[in-house]
């Protein structure tokens, strides 16, 4: 894999139920991976960055899973709510600095 | 309170003209971003700089121009020579201690560029 892939693009999900996601990125010269949730007309706000493989980090229903050896993270939404409705991006660092490369991004919308 | 400010919020340029968009931000960081996301698109980094007085090149920085003289400050100019610059544009920076999130980027609220 040479760039970042997020998926799926979009994903509607019944306020209650478990939702997640993927994240595909280089795992040559990988350093950290970084997720950010935004919401909409707010800035991109920083949810997790994870370096070591098998890290797992979380942050009330929000969780995420890292996997450098094959490449890809997983963030999971537990008993989503309508303020989990965000754009869900993703973005891994090489070893040679912070600059980061950005997926796609994974749009979340939550239904009452 | 810290953070990232980006102005102007929306603006309009006339083809042909040099725009300037202001990032500054007030966390000690050492390191500050540009990126540029269009519709459909993800983020693409335009220039970074990780020190004062020095920047690079990102992946997509044909059209436009940077400087880097205050720490605070990574003004950025789309010049004329950028062929298509309609599009959001966000600015990041990083550096100083680690919050929950490790060393995650700041973001600003972003400027939308519109050529008319």
């Known amino acids: ?112 | 309170d810290g953070g990232i400010t980006q102005s102007p919020k929306y603006l309009f340029r006339k083809e042909g003209q040099n725009v300037t968009l202001s990032c500054e931000q007030n966390l000690n960081h050492d390191a500050m971003y540009w990126y540029r996301q269009d519709p459909g698109q993800g983020l693409r980094l335009i220039y970074y700089s990780q020190i004062v007085n020095d920047f690079q090149k990102g992946d997509i920085a044909e059209g436009y121009s940077v400087s880097r003289e205050k720490k605070e400050s990574f003004p950025l100019t789309v010049t004329s020579a950028q062929k298509n610059p309609t599009a959001f544009y966000l600015c990041a920076s990083s550096g100083g201690p680690p919050t929950g999130a490790g060393y995650g980027y700041t973001f600003g609220s972003g400027t939308r560029l519109t050529v008319v």
Request: net charge positive.
């Open chain 1, 1 to 112: 894999i040479l760039n970042v892939e997020q998926s799926p693009q979009s994903l509607h999900v019944q306020e209650g139920d478990s939702t997640n996601f993927t994240c595909s990125f280089p795992s040559s010269n990988f350093y950290a991976l970084h997720w950010y949730r935004w919401e909409t007309a707010k800035s991109p706000e920083a949810l997790f960055v994870m370096t070591l493989n098998g890290d797992e980090k979380k942050k009330g229903r929000i969780s995420a899973t890292l996997n450098t050896k094959e490449g890809y993270s997983y963030l999971y939404i537990k008993g989503s709510q309508p303020e989990d409705s965000a754009t869900y991006l993703c973005a891994s660092s090489k070893a040679a600095g912070n600059k980061l490369t950005f997926g796609g991004g994974t749009r979340v919308l939550v239904k009452p």
